[in-house]
């Protein structure tokens, strides 16, 4: 059984900043790639960014150069630092974990960008 509990959600101004963390419990594979998408209001889900347990990271275009994405392989953590938030990042963001053919999620936790 594998759990992911994310953290560090909440409402933020324009151009502030937010810090996402996500701890997975449970029988994890070494080799895995964790990341987080998000779901905005009326839109698919999408990739935020993810990166593999060898530190290879993938971006949304849309985030490139303002998140930063990083982890912990000791903790099985992975952290995501939001920076220059806009309102259209408001979303739920999932953390995502995957190995061995297998993908598990978290509950979500509420972004929202708001003056």
């Known amino acids: 059984q594998v759990h992911l509990v994310e953290s560090g959600g909440g409402l933020v101004q324009p151009g502030g900043s937010l810090r996402l963390s996500c701890a997975a419990s449970g029988s994890i594979y070494s080799i895995n790639v964790m990341g987080w998408y998000r779901q905005g209001p009326g839109k698919e889900r999408e990739l935020v960014a993810n990166?593999?347990?060898?530190?290879?990271?993938n971006y949304g275009d849309s985030v490139k150069g303002r998140f930063t994405i990083s982890r912990d392989n000791a903790k099985n953590t992975v952290y995501l630092q939001m920076n220059s938030l806009k309102p259209e990042d408001t979303a739920v963001y999932y953390c995502n974990l995957w190995f061995r053919s297998s993908t598990y999620w978290g509950q979500g936790t509420q972004v929202t960008v708001s003056s």
């Open positions: 990166m593999a347990s060898g530190g290879t990271t």
